[in-house]
């Protein structure tokens, strides 16, 4: 076991292809962002490294009690590792966390399956880049004047309100790579390698799908792992023959589906890093609205229409792919060009209002509020300032952050700021919902996916 490990991944918006993309049939234009989440893993030493069984504390510093310990052991009949929460003096504590609950046990099960010495105890430390959440925080009394990245929320887990940039992907993919580096060798698990990413990738999908209780299409998952890209997705029926954690043969047919030696099962999807390309002078910003969706019943009811409708859904997707294929297409062909100025940018405007016209027809259709009345009146008063050149709400829509394209110019974010500072919202296009405080976020398109950091970088933050 390596004594310190840091790994982050970033988050991502899925700048076009929402509902599509968990249709094989389509794609979908997904862009990480420099926002990351970040996991330490390090020596429990006040354990036993040979003792049986052995416990891992994961701990959130950032948020009010947020610290879960765990009792952890091999089953019998090759299920893999279990995992049992012991009980902790904080209530806040005793909370389930299912995604690193889910993680964990996947990771161990795992590992256990390819090491032949005993797993020694370790302590986990998440931290999340301010981004990933609306509240206002401050910077710890622990942290050094020059560490200043990660900010005291000051409020326990649960009531902290996301800005919806993948933090659950960007944790279980962190989590499970800095799990695999630590106690891995590093003949087994690089980073830097595509045998590694892949590695990393298939366990992840593994474990987020099993937390969120379904099989996703699974493109925050790759965007964490691998950056931007285009993505078409893997086919579910590689994931649904794991059975429960803990069944008989459980650790075995995990091993075998994360390394992808049953090749009746192989993994499919694809990811395009070449096809995910921004032209100097844009930048992907997100605009936050302090209000978030519920994903899953969103995609539910769509998805419920689009089987009752499958000729007029078949047409509307058909019309979204070509919109969205244009945009990736318009993006790599102004990514060629030497010199570009604010009329280079004129089609790419016009490819976004054509592709949030048909977002709205999917609203109008399915009663979903895929782009809200609210988010549109956000959306055109953004596209009014000089220096925009487009925007969505992004991914599977509702009240999560907007993402906007915008020529990297100070005078455009100087812009930017004085709208959305003095913005209010129009109480006649509520849509049932309450957006808050608008503002722009710090963030950023990012290439890189997960990638190995140094453990200084959170001086302060880790014991």
Known sequence: MTSTVAVSAPGKVLLAGGYLVLDRGYTGLVFGLDARIHVIVQDLATRDDNAAPFEVVVRSPQFKDAEWRYECQKTEDDGGIEVIQLESHSLASQ?????????LVYALTYISALAHSSIASASVTILADADYYSNTGSPSNATTTTNRRFLDFNVPLQEAHKTGL???AALVTAFTAALLACYLSADLLSLTSEAGKARVHNLAQAAHCAAQGKVGSGFDVAAAVYGSCVYRRFSPSILENLAEVGSKGFSTRLKSVIENTDHSQDWDMEINKSGAILPAGLRLVMCDVDCGSETVGMVKRVLSWKKGNPEEAALLWRTLQK???DLAEE???LAQEPKLSSSNFENLGTIFLTIRSLVREMSTKTGVPIEPKVQTQLLDACCQISGVVGGVVPGAGGFDAIALLVENKQETYDALHNVLDQ?????EYGDGASIGQVRLL???QEMQGAKIEDPILYE???R
């Open 442 to 444: 710090g963030v950023q």
């Open 95 to 103: 909370s389930r966390n299912k995604f690193v609950e889910t993680a």
């Open 423 to 427: 913005y209010t919202v129009d109480a």
């Open 166 to 168: 993948g933090s659950s």
């Open 323 to 325: 919109g969205n294929e």
């Open 331 to 333: 993006l790599r062909s």
């Open 460 to 462: 302060g933050w880790i």
